[in-house]
């Protein structure tokens, strides 16, 4: 049993009377919480509050029972106040002076809440020492169920959580909240690891709690559908070194072990969270570093309803950074929002950042324990089936298989599916998607809209019919169509059903809220998790108006980091700003990095032949790489008689087909953000012998490390030496030789010069990089990345590393019946592996420390495989050595 010193109403406040007259004797107060339906008692909170305004609070009367008072406000609001008690589904009590008072009780989202008044008769003075106190006064409060949600599979759960692991088997029974992530580890400095003692921002003085526990990494079930998942760690940073500095937070949810890094850098954290299978969680979408974050830390959740949302009146008014000029926001005054306002600002957020491609599914996170808020007041629902399941919860949560709310039941289908889906889609598909939605509330219903990439694409105003129960329900179903021009991405108005299309299906990202308008003015809102629609070779894009918008903040933001974060912390923002950037300069079509205009007769020949033909690049594809209009390149197809060659043709007979890859189009499949614009400079195209429409796409090198840093990576992601100094490097291009070789020469600022070599032979491709070091200074840790991208090569392109060997320095990948084989091995090896999202296969070599004025070298493989024996194989290459010899 959890046992806490209660306040209760004869304690809430000091009454002088005159010792000479008799006061009137409390009266107690029995009462009892139970299930209008199944008259089953039931935990629950409960308000109450005198004729005069003060708050009382409840204590159990019963052994068995538990009652919990709240009334944290760490940041004092005289007009938001927070003071209820939860009790277990067991009778309450407190004693009452004689008057009226006002009740309040509410349990979770799916009752409605019942208010009614209680009046206390005068009766008799204070009972003489030795007598019986008065007889209790008894009541039982019915509340009634308006949705049984997890009749259909759906179960609530709250990501930010400051309540105590005590605190939580009462207060999650009487906020009917199935999943818990309190904080465990917590910490405001970037001096200070995150640790359980009790945060120095409670304005009241140190919490009656006292520390925080670590219950270790294993769920805590209270039931068989309500657990406690009690390893959490916020990082919420107020000060850097000993001067108060604002960064914000992130919460890492369900880890194993402790974190003992500070921050900045995140960079560690980040990378341990992603090796405990951990979530990242943003807590609010206007903190300094939160557009550092989402590329950076490639946030997992974003809080739609977050710590600023309460029962309470709205307390945090300040937008704290310019507010998106493509929309208006409720305002009480001129940089002052409403409670809407502010919820509408996190929402176009969001939208932006979806329409960036960063894939975050919506969260519900309270404070509860430090904010003047009930624990689940915005909570996520997250659909596990036919029962609870823990495992599916969780990957529930991640997906954005959810809905979030601050009152309305919102569940809805796009073709069958629930929220968190990827449709495919092919060229051939349909193009017009059908959805289906219900809400249930207990608040007329205001509005129900179809957001996609962000605009409202169709807007209904319900005629909701009134339950049984007392609540109000409306179920509608609508379409919208993939080939629907979208234009800028602002707020449009609604397209309506069976608007036209152009035909051309683009990706897209689609959700559906929805609100209720209350009597105060406020709303109650409901979200949905996002469906999403990836069209191959339509790559979503913000307007030019978001895009812009959060290039400006984060450079706003960058700006005041400089001269107080350390360098490697600084360094994550210039690497944000890069990633944004790459998206503004694709939107504005200032993508320069993939267009290369060819200035010569036989060098447009070429790169057509090798579009069209090797690689069957569509018409629009060729025509952003040369930089010419679609019906240019048709012609110039023509003209050199390029429109029905086809690549049999063209492969040489007696080596190993390669060809410069053209750029423009992405190489990989998956984890696009962790490789923006890629120059084609450094890769090639390797084309497996039995197939003339796949090929691998080889990156040598894709990176390359050292004791001085980064100083070189073939794409935009992790800052580089040279991004940390503004300094850019030149675009090349591969010397095309003689019989097929390829070289590439590559000198740094700094000296460091590279020279890569690739060699087609019959049976086999040899590669050979060679590093010289022109500093004047030894280098040492020469570690490079070499990536074999699978996406075009279908036979190849499983996601997961299930299809890939790693034996001794070699690595290989099979097709799914196991008699084809990529082969590659690089001499000295560092590491073999894959990365299941891109797909890719490494062999990834550590060179030599190099003297100044030296060279260290590394020899690489790549060959096809016919066979299922494909451990002979490794064995005969191996057995040539040929990393000794001298390509012929």
């Known amino acids: 049993m959890i046992l806490l010193p209660l306040i209760h109403a004869a304690g809430c406040r000091e009454t002088r009377v005159a010792a000479e007259r008799p006061r009137p004797a409390p009266v107690p107060f029995v009462g009892s919480v139970v299930d209008a339906d199944t008259k089953q008692p039931i935990a629950a909170r409960v308000y109450l509050q005198d004729s005069e305004g003060n708050w009382l609070f409840v204590r159990s009367a019963s052994d068995q029972g538990t009652a919990w008072p709240y009334a944290e406000a760490w940041v004092p609001m005289p007009q938001s106040v927070e003071r209820h008690t939860t009790v277990s589904a067991h009778p309450f009590t407190v004693d009452l002076a004689p008057g009226d008072y006002q009740v309040v009780i509410e349990r979770g989202k799916e009752y409605l809440p019942l208010h009614t008044q209680l009046e206390v008769p005068a009766g008799e003075m204070s009972a003489p020492a030795g007598q019986p106190n008065p007889a209790p006064i008894e009541r039982t409060f019915p509340l009634q169920r308006f949705s049984d949600m997890a009749s259909q599979g759906w179960y609530s759960g709250e990501t930010h959580v400051h309540r105590r692991i005590a605190e939580l088997p009462n207060v999650m029974a009487a906020e009917e909240l199935n999943v818990a992530f309190p904080v465990a580890f917590w910490t405001t400095s970037s001096a200070k690891a995150p640790d359980l003692e009790p945060s120095d921002l409670r304005s009241q003085g140190p919490s009656p709690f006292g520390p925080r526990e670590d219950r270790g990494p294993d769920p805590i079930w209270i039931n068989d559908r309500q657990v406690i998942l009690p390893r959490n760690t916020e990082y919420e940073i107020f000060s850097i070194g000993s001067r108060r500095h604002t960064l914000g937070a992130v919460f890492i949810l369900n880890h194993r072990t402790p974190f003992t890094q500070t921050v900045p850098p995140v960079g560690p954290i980040v990378d341990q969270a992603r090796r405990e299978g951990a979530l990242l969680d943003l807590d609010k979408h206007n903190w300094p570093w939160s557009l550092m974050l989402v590329p950076v830390a490639k946030v997992d959740l974003f809080e739609l309803s977050n710590n600023s949302v309460w029962r309470t009146r709205f307390g945090f008014t300040q937008p704290g950074q310019a507010l998106p000029p493509w929309k208006e926001f409720e305002q009480e005054s001129p940089g002052e929002l409403t409670e809407w306002g502010w919820l509408e600002f996190g929402f176009e957020m969001y939208y932006a950042l979806l329409n960036c491609g960063f894939r975050m599914s919506p969260t519900a996170g309270t404070a509860s324990g430090v904010h003047p808020v009930p624990l689940g007041h915005g909570r996520v629902y997250v659909q596990t089936g036919d029962r609870f399941d823990l495992e599916a919860w969780l990957d529930g949560l991640r997906r954005g298989r959810s809905f979030v709310t601050t009152g309305p039941m919102l569940t809805a289908r796009i073709g069958d599916q629930w929220p968190g889906h990827v449709f495919e889609v092919g060229a051939d598909d349909p193009k017009e998607y059908r959805w289906a939605a219900e809400v249930v509330s207990p608040d007329p219903i205001s509005r129900v809209e179809l957001v996609v990439n962000g605009q409202v694409e169709a807007s209904v105003t319900p005629e909701a019919t009134r339950t049984k129960a007392g609540a109000w329900r409306w179920s509608g179903t609508g379409s919208f169509r993939l080939d629907r021009p979208r234009g800028d991405g602002r707020a449009a108005e609604p397209a309506g059903q069976g608007a036209a299309g152009d035909g051309v299906a683009r990706s897209c990202w689609a959700a559906l809220r929805t609100w209720s308008d209350q009597p105060d003015g406020r709303k109650r809102f409901a979200h949905t998790g996002v469906w999403h629609f990836d069209v191959a070779e339509q790559p979503l894009a913000p307007a030019r108006q978001q895009i812009d918008y959060l290039v400006e903040q984060l450079e706003t933001s960058l700006e005041k980091q400089r001269g107080i974060l350390p360098a490697a912390a600084l360094a994550e923002f210039v690497q944000a700003r890069a990633a944004f950037r790459d998206i503004q300069a694709r939107v504005s079509g200032e993508d320069v990095s993939q267009r290369r205009p060819a200035a010569l007769e036989a060098d447009e020949r070429f790169w057509l032949e090798n579009m069209a033909v090797?690689?069957?690049?569509?018409?629009?594809?060729?025509?952003?790489?040369?930089?010419?209009?679609?019906?240019?390149?048709?012609?110039?197809?023509?003209?050199?008689?390029?429109?029905?060659?086809?690549?049999?043709?063209?492969?040489?007979?007696?080596?190993?087909?390669?060809?410069?890859?053209?750029?423009?189009?992405?190489?990989?499949?998956?984890?696009?953000?962790?490789?923006?614009?890629?120059?084609?400079?450094?890769?090639?195209?390797?084309?497996?012998?039995?197939?003339?429409?796949?090929?691998i796409v080889a990156d040598v090198p894709e990176a390359v490390f050292c004791n001085l840093g980064l100083i070189y990576l073939a794409h935009t992601h992790i800052p580089t030496l040279w991004d940390l100094q503004d300094t850019k490097l030149p675009a090349q291009e591969w010397q095309r030789l003689e019989n097929g070789v390829l070289r590439s020469v590559r000198e740094l600022p700094n000296g460091i010069r590279f020279d890569v070599t690739i060699t087609p032979l019959s049976d086999h491709v040899r590669m050979e990089l060679a590093l010289r070091n022109g500093t004047g200074e030894p280098l040492a840790d020469v570690r490079v990345q070499h990536c074999l991208m699978l996406a075009r090569a279908a036979e190849f392109s499983l996601g997961s590393n299930d299809n890939k060997v790693f034996r001794g320095d070699y690595a290989l990948v099979r097709n799914p019946e196991g008699n084809r084989w990529l082969i590659t091995s690089w001499k000295p090896l560092g590491r073999a592996w894959g990365n299941p999202p891109v797909p890719c296969l490494h062999a990834d070599p550590i060179l030599p420390d190099c003297p100044a004025g030296g060279t260290s070298r590394a020899q690489g493989w790549l060959s096809f495989y016919e066979g299922t024996d494909w451990q002979a194989e490794v064995d005969r290459i191996e057995n040539l050595r040929w990393w000794e010899a001298t390509p012929d």
Request: glycine content about 10%; cysteine-free.
């Open 614 to 695: 090797w690689h069957r690049y569509t018409v629009d594809e060729m025509s952003g790489v040369l930089g010419k209009t679609p019906d240019e390149v048709r012609a110039r197809l023509q003209t050199y008689d390029l429109l029905e060659t086809d690549p049999g043709q063209v492969r040489p007979a007696n080596r190993v087909a390669i060809m410069p890859y053209p750029g423009g189009r992405h190489p990989r499949r998956g984890f696009l953000d962790g490789a923006i614009g890629p120059q084609r400079e450094t890769k090639f195209s390797v084309f497996p012998p039995w197939s003339d429409g796949s090929y």
